[in-house]
């Protein structure tokens, strides 16, 4: 089991810029990526940013391209979400995952953490 906790969200203005880290902790051998999601009111559970638990590989959604930046600190067992300009449409509950190799999916998630861009 691996269990994920969020941290980081708040009121930002349009503009802004946040840093959302996951913590992550138990079985983490048992994963080989972490993503970001992101659910608006209304709206479907959209995939942000990914990386590798244990290599650099990074995948972002266009409309974060050149905004948003995913790290990983393998010390501290800790994914980061560096977000910047940030626009009224960032506005979203954010989650951490881990995906599990054996089975291919996103099987662990954390609690999310509110994001909410003023205009």
């Known amino acids: 089991q691996v269990r994920l906790v969020e941290s980081g969200g708040r009121l930002v203005q349009a503009g802004g810029s946040l840093r959302l880290s996951c913590a992550a902790s138990?079985?983490?051998?048992?994963?080989?990526?972490m993503g970001w999601f992101r659910q608006a009111p209304g709206k479907e559970r959209e995939l942000v940013a990914t990386?590798?638990?244990?290599?650099?590989?990074?995948y972002y959604i266009d409309s974060v391209v050149g905004r948003f930046t995913v790290s990983r600190d393998n010390t501290k067992n800790t994914v980061r979400l560096q977000m910047n300009s940030l626009k009224p449409e960032d506005t979203a509950v954010y989650y951490c995952?881990?995906?599990?190799?054996?089975?291919?999916?996103?099987?662990?998630w954390g609690q999310g953490t509110q994001v909410t861009v003023s205009s």
């Open positions: 995952a881990a995906r599990r190799v054996i089975t291919n999916d996103y099987a662990y």
């Open positions: 138990g079985r983490t051998l048992g994963i080989d990526r």
């Open positions: 990386i590798g638990w244990s290599s650099d590989s990074t």
